[in-house]
């Protein structure tokens, strides 16, 4: 187990109370069917609604308790050294269109938020992307060019509030964060007040994507539409191979209370010390909650507990606190050209469509992908939709990420299998700790628990069949291919996966 001290629990989670939608139960049939409660799949949901759609959210666990409930949350269109690459890989249009997409998501966050008078703690400060490395600023130089050219008010600076010096850093003014929780389910309450229907506990295993569509549920009930979202994060179902093309990784956050004063007064990102992301939210008593985000990793990867260590060290040691409040950690997935996928699911999809692939940067997208799918099922044509579109085929911009991701796939699919156990025994597990072995010819994910009880499982992944691995920081079973993750009984926590690993006999 980690080391590291606080509640295991992201803030935003502890600080609202949980949700209790009903499970589908009976046949439900719906104008749109929205599967997915993130901030995705509740935007373009709130959206569709208030357009007169008879819209019905489908959330296989808790909504906004994902992806969504475990961000940053920075709702900024600064992200990072993006508009360099999208002026020098695609034109200065793209990148012009990109900053706009994202600056009307944060408009419309603020303008909902003054609308329904949601509590959200939305505040408008300047998000930074920094170096320290004199050897970088150039980088920081070319990135301010950009974004001036693609419309953000931004500028090079200096100076900064952080507690250490910077070479350089890009500042773009009157960017926002906010509490999304907070946010999001004040628009699920209202989306239900209009006449939507939010669902829970829900999973959705099969499709029929005809006219209309018919979405099948763990339970047997059916679910029919004539337009379906599919927002899950990471598409459950993928006919469009976007696996082939999406990258999962997770990210380490930890969080601690700080005095008003030493509030850096910003959103701060760099790339350096493998990422470190810093912001604040408000706190009790006077004080700020000082937010850092690094240590990104792919799921199945070893030693996590020492990347929360780092992540853990670095903080202490850098800002005047007396010890941490919370830590938990995101998942979020990369595209090959760096853009989300918002739009039709394939190029056959008439009344299908997807929203994945937001980079990191899930807030800001999220919003943008509710505007972009509710106009786009609404016959509205929004300017910046065809440069999100997934059925876009860029190959010299896509071809490096392409091979590299599927070569990697490829040796976890074949390597893992071929990889002996360091353990030759379930019997030799330590409390709290997992791995996978082989007992009686298959392969098996073994869990001893803190009880000292044995839990066996199939080590196989059920999305296309890697080798999942044990996170000994989270306690799960992640899939190192396409970011699936288990609990150690084997029930799916996070997709594409949507069967759990079967159970193992151990005798």
Known sequence: MTTVSGTAESYWMDSTSPTAYPPVTDDVEVDVAVIGGGIAGICTAWELTRAGRQVAVVEADRIVAGT??????????????????????????????????????????????AELGIDCDLERLPAYTYVTSAGKVEQIRAEVDAAIAAGLPASLVTD?????????????????????????????????????????????????????????????????????????HYPIFDRAALFTRL????????????????????????????????????WRDGQRLLIITGEHFTPGTDGVDERWRRLAEWTLGHFNTDGLAYHWAAQDNTTADNMPYVGRFHPGADHVWVATGFNAWGMSSGVM????????????????????????????????????????????????????????????????????????????????????????????????????????????????????RFTPDGSVLHGPATEPLAPRPLE
């Not at 360099?84 to 793209?94: K, P, Q, V, W």
């Not at 012009?96 to 998501?105: E, G, K, M, N, P």
């Not at 209009?194 to 549920?217: A, K, M, N, Q, W």
């Open 68 to 113: 969504t409930g475990y961000t940053t949350a920075k709702l900024t269109a600064q992200h990072g050294l993006i508009y360099d690459r999208l002026r020098s890989t695609f034109n200065a249009e793209t990148a012009r269109r990109y900053a706009a997409s994202q600056l009307d998501a944060i408009d419309r966050v603020t303008a909902v938020t």
């Open 160 to 232: 900064t509030a952080l507690p250490f010096e910077v070479a350089a850093a890009i500042r773009v003014d009157d960017q926002a964060q906010f509490h999304p929780r907070r946010y999001l389910l004040t628009l699920a309450e209202d989306l239900t007040r209009r006449g939507g229907r939010v669902f829970e506990r829900t999973r959705i295993t099969g499709f029929d994507e005809g006219e209309p569509c018919r979405l099948s549920t763990e339970a047997g009930a059916t679910v029919t539409a004539r337009e379906v979202v599919i927002a899950t």
């Open 247 to 282: 990258v999962p990784r997770r990210e380490l956050v930890v969080a601690a209370p700080i005095a008003a004063a030493d509030d850096p007064g910003g959103m701060y990102l760099t790339t350096e010390d493998n990422t470190r992301s810093v912001r604040t939210a408000p």
């Open 369 to 484: 992908a509710g505007r972009l799918l509710a106009a786009s099922i609404c016959g509205e044509t929004l300017p910046w939709a065809d440069i999100y579109d997934p059925r876009r085929i860029h190959p010299t911009v896509e071809a490096g990420t392409f091979l590299k991701t599927n070569f990697k796939v490829a040796g976890h699919f074949i390597g893992d299998r071929l990889r002996p156990s360091h353990l030759d025994s379930p019997d030799d597990l330590p409390a709290g700790a997992g791995a996978v072995m082989r007992i009686d010819g298959q392969r098996c994910a073994v869990y001893r628990d803190a009880s000292g009880d044995l839990h066996a499982v199939s080590a196989t992944c059920t999305h296309l069949g890697c080798t999942v691995a044990f996170n000994d920081a989270e306690q799960t079973w992640d899939c190192p291919c396409h970011g699936s």
